[in-house]
C-alpha cells in the first residue's frame, strides 16, 4: 500500500495495527508500504513509543505487553490531551442531573470530571486525588457534593487498598467513568498496579452502568493486572484513530460503542 496523503494519526493507527498483528515491524518495510521518507517512519516511531504502544529496536519496533510500569499522573497529563477532551465531553453527556457518578483515577476521567462541575444536584464518588481537589476547589458551594473513598495513593494518585474497597462496596451509584493503562480483546481493561485493579473491580460492582474513556493510543497495550471484560461495560467511548478491526471488537462485546 502507498498512499503518501496520510494524516499522522492515519498512519500511526496503521503502523500500531500492524505491531498488534505481527509482533514487529520495521522501518524500510513502512517506507515502502506507506510512501513516506525514513525519517517520518522514525517520528511516527518516536510518538507510538512515547504513548507507550510499541518499544523500539534497532531498524524498526516491536510490541510492548505486559507491562507493570506505572506512569505517575503528570506524565500522563500531557499525553492526547485533544483527544482526551473530545471524549470528555462525550462522557458529560451522559450523566444526568440530580446522579451519583463515580469517577476513577486517571487523566481522561479527571478531564470528564472538569466537565460536570455544573451539573446540578450531582454527587461524584471518586478514589483521584486530583479528581477530589478538583470538586472541592473549583466546584464551589453550588458545585458537587463529594465523597472519597480514602485508601492508599498510588503513582497515579488514585486511591487503593482495603480502605477504598471497603467504602466503594458499601456505596450504589448511578454511573461510573473510569479509564484504563491498556485495552485489548484478550485482556480486557488493564492497569499495571494489582491494588489499584481491585478498587476499580470494586468501583464497577458498585455501579448500576459502567463507561469505559479511552483513546486509541491504549488499544493493544497491556497491563499487569485486569480488572473488567469488555462485556462488562455498558458503554466504551474512543476516537476516531482506533482501527477499524478494533472497532468492530469493541461493538461486539461492549454495549455501546461511541467513537468520537
Known amino acids: 500500500m502507498t498512499d503518501s496523503g496520510l494524516l499522522a494519526d492515519q498512519r500511526r493507527a496503521l503502523i ?19 510512501g513516506v521518507s525514513d525519517m517520518t517512519i522514525r517520528r511516527d516511531l518516536d510518538a507510538l513509543s512515547r504513548a507507550g504502544n510499541v518499544r523500539k529496536v534497532y531498524g524498526g519496533a516491536v510490541a510492548r505487553t505486559a507491562t507493570a510500569e506505572e506512569p505517575a499522573f503528570e506524565a500522563k497529563s500531557g499525553l492526547e490531551t485533544d483527544t482526551k477532551a473530545a471524549l470528555a465531553e462525550a462522557a458529560a453527556a451522559q450523566v444526568q442531573p440530580g446522579s451519583v457518578v463515580a469517577i476513577s483515577a486517571g487523566t481522561t476521567a479527571y478531564a470528564a470530571a472538569t466537565r460536570l462541575l455544573d451539573v446540578p444536584g450531582l454527587t461524584v464518588v471518586t478514589n483521584s486525588l486530583p479528581v477530589a481537589e478538583l470538586v472541592r476547589t473549583r466546584g464551589g458551594d453550588h458545585g458537587p457534593a463529594l465523597l472519597l473513598t480514602g485508601g ?23 454511573l461510573l467513568i473510569i479509564g484504563a493503562h ?20 470494586a468501583l464497577i460492582a458498585s455501579a448500576h452502568r459502567t463507561i469505559a474513556v479511552a483513546d486509541h493510543t491504549k488499544w493493544g497495550v497491556v497491563g499487569l493486572s485486569s480488572f473488567a471484560a469488555l462485556t462488562d461495560l455498558d458503554c466504551f467511548i474512543t476516537d476516531q484513530g482506533l482501527p477499524a478491526p478494533a472497532r468492530a471488537v469493541l461493538a461486539e462485546s461492549c454495549g455501546e460503542l461511541l467513537v468520537v
Do not use: M, W, Y
Not at 155 to 167: E, I, W
Not at 182 to 198: I, Y
Open 182 to 201: 491498556g485495552v485489548s480483546e484478550r485482556a480486557g481493561l488493564t492497569t499495571p498496579n494489582l491494588a489499584e485493579a481491585q478498587t476499580n473491580r
Open 16 to 34: 500500531l495495527d500492524q505491531v498488534r498483528r505481527d509482533g514487529a515491524v520495521k522501518v524500510a518495510e513502512l517506507v515502502d508500504q506507506l
Open 152 to 174: 492508599a495513593p498510588t503513582r497515579s494518585a488514585a486511591l487503593v487498598g482495603p480502605l477504598a474497597d471497603q467504602s466503594i462496596r458499601s456505596l450504589h451509584v448511578d
